[in-house]
């Protein structure tokens, strides 16, 4: 069993950052993937950014240059620094592990992006 621990959301006002943190737990061997996506209500999931297994990082082009994605492999977790922050962006975001072919999710955390 996979367990992801989101923490770090909060309300920021626009130009501001925030820092989101990922704990995996469990059997988190051979991952293939790991990231984040955001829900804002009455959207669809979109992903926000990933890295790849072998260190490979994608970004959504909407957070290209603002946001950035790390990996620590010694405590498990991943990182996602989003600065200049959008009103745009609220929305709740959450951690996701792609091991063996299945999709792992966390419980998800908001983030509320003041005008």
């Known amino acids: 069993q996979v367990q992801l621990v989101e923490s770090g959301g909060g309300l920021v006002q626009a130009g501001g950052s925030l820092r989101l943190s990922c704990a995996a737990s469990g059997s988190i061997f051979s991952w293939k993937s790991m990231g984040w996506y955001r829900q804002a209500p009455g959207k669809e999931r979109e992903l926000v950014a990933r890295i790849i297994d072998g260190g490979a990082t994608n970004y959504a082009d909407s957070v290209k240059g603002r946001f950035s994605i790390s990996r620590d492999n010694a405590k498990n977790t991943v990182s996602l620094q989003m600065n200049s922050l959008r009103p745009e962006e609220t929305a709740v975001y959450y951690c996701?592990?792609?091991?063996?072919?299945?999709?792992?999710w966390g419980q998800g955390t908001q983030v509320t992006v003041s005008s």
């Open positions: 996701y592990m792609i091991i063996m072919g299945y999709e792992y």
